[in-house]
Every structure is written in C-alpha cells, then in structure tokens.
C-alpha cells in the first residue's frame, strides 16, 4: 500500500474486554514497531519485530499486552482485560530495516476504555 | 527525572517568526537525535535526522546538537501555518531509530 495502515482508527471499549488493534506495513518493509502516545506525551516504545527473528518485547507494560506478526506482514496488538489507563493512542511504524532511521508512521488507533 | 526533556510549550508565533524548539538529555551514550512533526490526529513524520555534535540544515529548518551540553535544538525559519503541529524530539544509542527515546513534544501555532 502507499502507506502504513491501522484498524480501526478508533475503538471504544468497556474495562475488562479485549482489544485487537491491526498495522499493515509498507510493503517490503522488515521491521515493524509499536508505540502508545498518552495525552500530551511522546512515544512510549511497545514493541519491535525484525524479519523473521524473535521479537523485542521489552517495551510491553504488562502481560495483558502481546503482538503478533503474521508471515512477515501484518501486525496484530492485543490488549486483554483492558484497564481505564490503557486508554491511548497506539501507533504503529515499519522500516525498510533495523538500521534505516526512516520511520515511516500509520494514523494510529485512538483507544477509549470506559 | 526522565531521560529526555522537552520545553513543554505551546509555543504560539506570528507567520514569519523564527522558532526554536530545545530538548536537553541526561543519558550521554545518545548518539543519534531526531525531530519528528505530528500534525494533529497524525503519525509523527521525521523532519531531521543528526548524528553526533554539530549543526544540519534542511530548508528552512536546522538541527543543532551540542553534546557537551546535552542539548537539542530545532529552528524554524519563516514560520507558516503549515508549521502548526507538535514536534517531538528523539534520540538514541544506535542507528535502530524505532527504540529511541522521545520528548513530550511542543505544540507550535503559527498564526497568520
């Protein structure tokens, strides 16, 4: 696609349920990246899968938090028994590779959890 | 204390003013820094990519890194409109850009 796409764009939420939020890269792109950006503040790192290794999860906050990626592609985060301070905005980035310094960003998925 | 601080703003100028926005840092081992500009409802979107101490100029925009002082700074020449949106600054250890540090941001309004 032309560029790096998340769904939904916003998701509502009542504390408790589960949330699956999706980022579909550029494509060709190996690396990808997960970010949350609460109200007024810069970008928490989340998540990071390269190719095929092993993904770097030293961002995630909690185990209630996983991502996947499927086939070197899309990207699913999923955020089980969701908390009132989950409520952000979740970015996603992708790279051509690990060491390209061109990130390139989706809209990203504004979750509400009530 | 956080890793990366950023002048919280907003910051509000008249078209055509000159902008500076600033981050200082207390982890030295920072070697890449970077701006991004979000526009509201946006991904954020590199602006300036500096390696190392020393100055890098872009159009109207220019990127200073002073790392004796721990200090960043991004200036905007010829503010317009357009301008208006957050910056965030970023910095990191090594060329993996998306496990960087970032700043809050500073909301900038440029007003015609």
């Known amino acids: 696609g032309a560029g790096v796409s998340q769904s939904p764009s916003n998701k509502v939420t009542e504390k408790g349920k589960d949330v699956e939020l999706r980022c579909d890269p550029i494509?060709?792109?190996?690396?990808l990246y997960w970010y949350r950006q609460s109200l007024g503040q810069g970008l928490e790192f989340l998540i990071y899968?390269?190719?095929?290794?092993?993904?770097?999860k030293s961002g995630l906050p909690s185990d209630r938090f996983s991502a996947e990626r499927t086939g070197g592609s899309v990207s699913t985060l999923t955020i089980q028994r969701t908390q009132q301070e989950d409520s952000a905005v979740y970015l996603c980035?992708?790279?051509?590779?690990?060491?390209?310094?061109?990130?390139?960003f989706g809209s990203g998925t504004q979750l509400s959890v009530l | 204390q956080k890793e990366v601080e950023q002048d919280p703003g907003p910051l509000s100028v008249p078209e055509g003013a000159i902008v500076s926005l600033n981050c200082t840092y207390s982890?030295?081992?920072?070697?890449?820094f970077m701006w991004y500009r979000q526009y509201s409802r946006k991904g954020p979107e590199l602006l300036m990519y500096?390696?190392?101490?020393g100055n890098k100029e872009d159009g109207r925009f220019t990127a200073q890194v002073d790392k004796s002082s721990k200090y960043i700074s991004l200036f905007i020449r010829d503010s317009q409109p357009s301008d208006s949106a957050t910056y965030l600054c970023?910095?990191?250890?090594?060329?993996?850009?998306?496990?960087?540090?970032f700043g809050d941001g500073t909301t900038l309004t440029v007003k015609p």
């Open positions: 980035a992708s790279s051509f590779r690990r060491t390209n310094e061109k990130l390139f």
């Open positions: 982890n030295s081992a920072f070697q890449y």
């Open positions: 899968f390269q190719g095929n290794s092993a993904p770097d």
């Open positions: 500096t390696y190392s101490s």
């Open positions: 970023a910095m990191s250890q090594n060329t993996n850009a998306g496990k960087s540090t």
């Open positions: 494509s060709g792109h190996t690396a």
